[in-house]
């Protein structure tokens, strides 16, 4: 089992800047692709990035490609989502998610594991 606790969400006026955080207990962290959802009131589950377990491979929605940057680092167990030029239409839950496999994914059902989610509001 493990667990991923976000953190870094808030509320930040349009055109500013979040990073979030997303922290995981697990011995093996590097053996695992994350990714990044988010969901919005009223809305489905959307994909926003993800990463491969050694980050080499990295991809976004659309909607976010160009202010949106994941990372991770392997000895903190942790993986980032720096969120720049943020938009209200990016206000959501956001959610940091892992698999089992070094692959990186755009699917939500590809993920084993989910955090408990950190809010983001943008003021406009």
């Known amino acids: 089992q493990v667990q991923l606790v976000e953190s870094g969400g808030g509320l930040v006026q349009a055109g500013g800047s979040l990073r979030l955080s997303c922290a995981a207990s697990?011995?093996?962290?590097?053996?695992?692709?994350m990714g990044w959802f988010r969901q919005a009131p009223g809305k489905e589950r959307e994909f926003v990035a993800t990463?491969?377990?050694?980050?080499?491979?990295?991809y976004y929605a659309d909607s976010v490609k160009g202010r949106f940057t994941i990372s991770r680092d392997n000895a903190k167990n942790t993986v980032y989502l720096q969120m720049n030029s943020l938009k209200p239409e990016d206000t959501a839950v956001y959610y940091c998610?892992?698999?089992?496999?070094?692959?990186?994914?755009?699917?939500?059902?590809?993920?084993?594991?989910w955090g408990q989610g950190t809010q983001v509001t943008v003021s406009s």
């Open positions: 990463i491969s377990s050694g980050g080499g491979s990295t």
């Open positions: 998610a892992s698999r089992v496999s070094a692959g990186s994914s755009r699917r939500a059902e590809d993920y084993d594991y």
């Open positions: 697990t011995l093996t962290f590097s053996r695992y692709a």
